[in-house]
């Protein structure tokens, strides 16, 4: 296999291993969200990976910079839509963060009609991060911090939220302005 599709290969690992993340977490079994937390984060490793691997190998390509923030994206907005649905997550974070989403998805569909693809920046990436970590702490109970009734899932949930806020206006600000051919 050669070095350069190893990132769209692992995109498309990230996207075949959102069922089975979905099938372990309404699995009724004792230890089925711990096996959903372990794919959810071998899911998210792949993003690291691929994100890593493209840059240090020069092996960017369009397919990537468009499928691997979808591939985040469905990720995320299944886990968020099961937590909300089992009544673990509110609604609002959950709409906050699909509608975050959907405009970017949006401007982004808008900027490849200029012929522009506009890849994730930093703070994508760290409402990314942050996503998973929330989302990590909630499929895993909360581990250390419910032993001081510390409720950090939920705070880095909801920073999460904030930060998902931002950096979708930072985004759009920041692309707007720039006209196909301008890069």
Known sequence: MKVNKLPNILTVIRMALIPV????FY?????????AAVIFTVAYITDM???????????V??????MD???????????????TEAGILS??????????????????LVWAADGRVVAADKL????TVLQFAGILLILLENPVFRLWNIPMDMIVMYASVVISVISCVNYIVKNTDKKAGNK
């Not at 993340?21 to 372990?24: C, K, R």
């Not at 990976?49 to 092996?59: E, H, P, S, V």
């Open 61 to 66: 390509s369009d397919f990537g910079k468009l």
């Open 69 to 83: 923030p979808i591939a985040d994206k469905l990720l995320s907005i299944a886990a968020v839509v099961m937590l």
């Open 124 to 127: 994508g990436k760290l409402k």
């Open 27 to 35: 699995l009724d079994t004792e230890n089925s969200m711990f096996y």
């Open 49 to 59: 990976l691929d994100g890593m691997i493209a840059r240090k190998c020069n092996a």
């Open 91 to 108: 609604g609002i974070v959950t709409f906050i963060i699909i509608a975050r989403e959907i405009i970017i998805s949006g401007f982004r």
């Open 21 to 24: 993340f979905m099938l372990f």
